[in-house]
T-cell receptor, first 114, second 114 residues
Framework: GDSVTQMEGPVTLSEEAFLTINCTYT??????LFWYVQYPGEGLQLLLK?????DKGSNKGFEATYRKETTSFHLEKGSVQVSDSAVYFC?????????????FGQGTTLQVKP | KAGVTQTPRYLIKTRGQQVTLSCSPI?????VSWYQQTPGQGLQFLFE???????NKGNFPGRFSGRQFSNSRSEMNVSTLELGDSALYLC?????????????FGNGTRLTVT
């Protein structure tokens, strides 16, 4: 079945460092890909999305490119801030009938130190 | 615009009891889905409702059930609670019935079973 694999955390960085969180997927068909972020005590918030190959999603300085050839959707940010500390989830959904059925990776905890 | 509202925020129940969780979607959203989040299993899809009909169901036992009302509000019920049902239960709503329509999550209901 469909699945998402993320790099294990926690990832600890200093402020202004470059961030990469790896995400690869296995899916039949042509999935849409998402990154969600979860801050402590809160639900998930959509960070960015890409719906077809070579699309680049971007938001708040974060970027991810849908790479069909490598089945990847790595999250990057050029300069992280302390406020970026959170858990990041890569997810996919496929098929028009599966709107609400997201398949999530295990999540990667990011800690940014001043 | 108000976000997705889940009530109650916290619940403590004992084994064998049953529980009902409530979710009010963003105004105008007709799709509601539910997820269980645990440290061991991560985020797992429970079920999705659209226009009062269950469209998808995850791999959970029949003790887990849900429904959606004509105003799109949704409830999920867990009967005969087990210790392993302790989790954060997240509800999400979306506007459109398409695979790339982003989900908007509530802050969740933290259920503890003792």
């Amino acid at each position: 079945g469909d699945s998402v694999t993320q790099m294990e955390g926690p990832v600890t960085l200093s402020e202004e460092a470059f961030l990469t969180i790896n995400c690869t997927y296995t899916a039949t068909g042509y999935p849409s890909l998402f990154w969600y972020v979860q801050y402590p005590g809160e639900g998930l918030q959509l960070l960015l999305k890409a719906t077809k190959a070579d699309d680049k999603g971007s938001n708040k300085g974060f970027e991810a490119t849908y790479r069909k050839e490598t089945t990847s959707f790595h999250l990057e940010k050029g300069s992280v801030q302390v406020s970026d500390s959170a858990v990041y989830f890569c997810a996919l959904t496929s098929g028009s009938s599966n709107t609400g059925k997201l398949i999530f990776g295990q999540g990667t905890t990011l800690q940014v130190k001043p | 615009k108000a976000g997705v509202t889940q009530t109650p925020r916290y619940l403590i129940k004992t084994r064998g009891q049953q529980v009902t969780l409530s979710c009010s979607p963003i105004s105008g959203h007709r799709s509601v889905s539910w997820y269980q989040q645990t440290p061991g299993q991560g985020l797992q899809f429970l079920f999705e409702y659209f226009s009062e009909t269950q469209r998808n169901k995850g791999n959970f036992p029949g003790r887990f059930s849900g429904r959606q009302f004509s105003n799109s509000r949704s409830e999920m019920n867990v009967s005969t609670l087990e210790l392993g049902d302790s989790a954060l239960y997240l509800c999400a709503s979306s506007l459109e019935n398409r695979a790339n329509s982003p989900l908007h999550f509530g802050n969740g209901t933290r259920l503890t079973v003792t």
